[in-house]
C-alpha cells in the first residue's frame, strides 16, 4: 500500500512555470507505475502523464505534450511534473496516482491509490 502527497500548487501567469510533486510513503514506491491527472471545475478527471517503475518510459496526453515533464526520484519516493508554457486552461486541480503492474495506464479506474490533490490556477 503507498500513501501519496501532492505539493507545489499554486497561481501562475500564462506562459509561465510551475513544479508540482508528490510524495509517497512505503518502502515499495518503485514497484509503482506512477500518473498524473487533472480535474477542471465541472469536468471529468483526464490523463496528463504517466511514467514507468524505473523512470525509463513516459506517456503524456496530447493536450501537454511538449510542455510538461514527469519524473521521479525512486531514493526520494517522489514523482514530479514540471509544467512550461502553462494556459488558462491547465487550470485544475491536480492528482498524483500510483498502480501496481508495468503498463503506463491513462484510465483513471486503473489506478489504485490516489492523493488529495493539489490546485493550479493559470491567469490569463
Known amino acids: 500500500q503507498v500513501q501519496l502527497v501532492e505539493s507545489g500548487g499554486g497561481l501562475v501567469q500564462a506562459g509561465g512555470s510551475l513544479r508540482v510533486s508528490c510524495a509517497a510513503s512505503?518502502?515499495?514506491?518503485?514497484?509503482?507505475?506512477m500518473g498524473w491527472f487533472r480535474q477542471a471545475p465541472g469536468k471529468e478527471r483526464d490523463f496528463v502523464a504517466a511514467i514507468s517503475r524505473g523512470g525509463g518510459s513516459t506517456s503524456y496526453a496530447d493536450s501537454v505534450k511538449g510542455r510538461f515533464t514527469i519524473s521521479r526520484d525512486n531514493a526520494k519516493n517522489t514523482v514530479y511534473l514540471q509544467m512550461n508554457s502553462l494556459k488558462p486552461e491547465d487550470t485544475a486541480v491536480y492528482y498524483c496516482a500510483a498502480r501496481s503492474g508495468t503498463y503506463l495506464n491513462i484510465r483513471e479506474r486503473d489506478y489504485g491509490y490516489w492523493g488529495q490533490g493539489t490546485q493550479v490556477t493559470v491567469s490569463s
Open positions: 512505503g518502502r515499495t514506491f518503485s514497484s509503482y507505475v
